[in-house]
């Protein structure tokens, strides 16, 4: 695989990861790791981010998410690799 090659993992995230600044952070966290995709909250109570770039920024992204933001209180993060349908432009916060 290419280091430089696309890739797509949709990430959870649960815990206290909602009303703690949560997708703010991971949106400029990605945004600074030159990521693009997406995060939401979910209804219940975790929330998921769908993101596409280098294995290795994702990866990066991916140990930013088991911390979270001061404030959040991570108990789990799920990761499942996707292929990448480069369908995005930036990073955004979805409602």
Same mark, same amino acid.
């Given at each position: 695989?290419?280091a430089s090659e696309t890739n797509r993992a949709r990430v959870k995230i649960a815990?206290?990861?909602?009303? =703690?600044?949560?997708? %703010?952070?991971?949106?400029? +966290?990605?945004?600074?790791?030159? &990521?693009?995709?997406?995060? /939401?909250?979910?209804?219940?109570?975790? =929330?998921?981010?769908? %993101?596409?770039?280098?294995? +290795?920024?994702?990866?990066?992204? &991916?140990?930013?998410?088991? /911390?979270?933001?001061?404030?959040?209180? =991570?108990?789990?993060?799920?990761?499942?690799?996707?292929?990448?349908?480069?369908?995005?432009?930036?990073?955004?916060?979805?409602?």
């Amino acid at each position: 695989m290419n280091a430089s090659e696309t890739n797509r993992a949709r990430v959870k995230i649960a815990g206290r990861v909602q009303g =703690v600044y949560f997708r %703010a952070s991971a949106c400029q +966290e990605a945004q600074s790791l030159g &990521i693009t995709g997406w995060v /939401r909250n979910c209804s219940d109570g975790s =929330v998921e981010l769908v %993101a596409e770039g280098a294995r +290795e920024k994702l990866d990066q992204l &991916i140990a930013w998410c088991h /911390r979270g933001p001061a404030g959040a209180l =991570v108990a789990e993060v799920s990761v499942r690799w996707e292929d990448p349908e480069h369908s995005f432009h930036g990073f955004v916060i979805k409602r």
